[in-house]
């Protein structure tokens, strides 16, 4: 499982990109974000680019313990079902 930090933010989205996607390509699917405290637009933008790389892969990724914060900024920008999020926002209603 991909566990991320405590932050996503635009301050280190690159390098958190570039490690994930060198983990999605060798079958990776699963990411934790439960450590998550500090997220901006550039959370949902590397997320969905794992998702992207995962689909490719013929693979979905599954996301974990998603703050309500990274769940808002999804549905925000309307990516929400993209990131699988889409169900879970419903029942928080």
């Not at 390509?25 to 901006?40: F, K, W």
């Not at 969905?48 to 900024?73: D, F, S």
Request: glycine share 8%; charged share 15%.
């Amino acid at each position: 499982m991909l566990s991320l930090g405590t932050s996503l933010t635009n301050q280190n989205a690159a390098a958190v990109l570039r490690d994930g996607l060198s983990r999605v390509a060798q079958g990776e699917t699963q990411v934790d974000c439960a450590a998550l405290e500090q997220v901006d637009s550039s959370a949902v933008a590397v997320l969905l680019a794992w998702q992207r790389a995962a689909a490719a892969r013929q693979g979905t990724l599954a996301l974990q313990g998603v703050p309500p914060q990274l769940a808002e900024l999804a549905l925000l920008y309307g990516v929400d079902s993209l990131l699988g999020l889409a169900q879970a926002a419903s029942h928080r209603h």
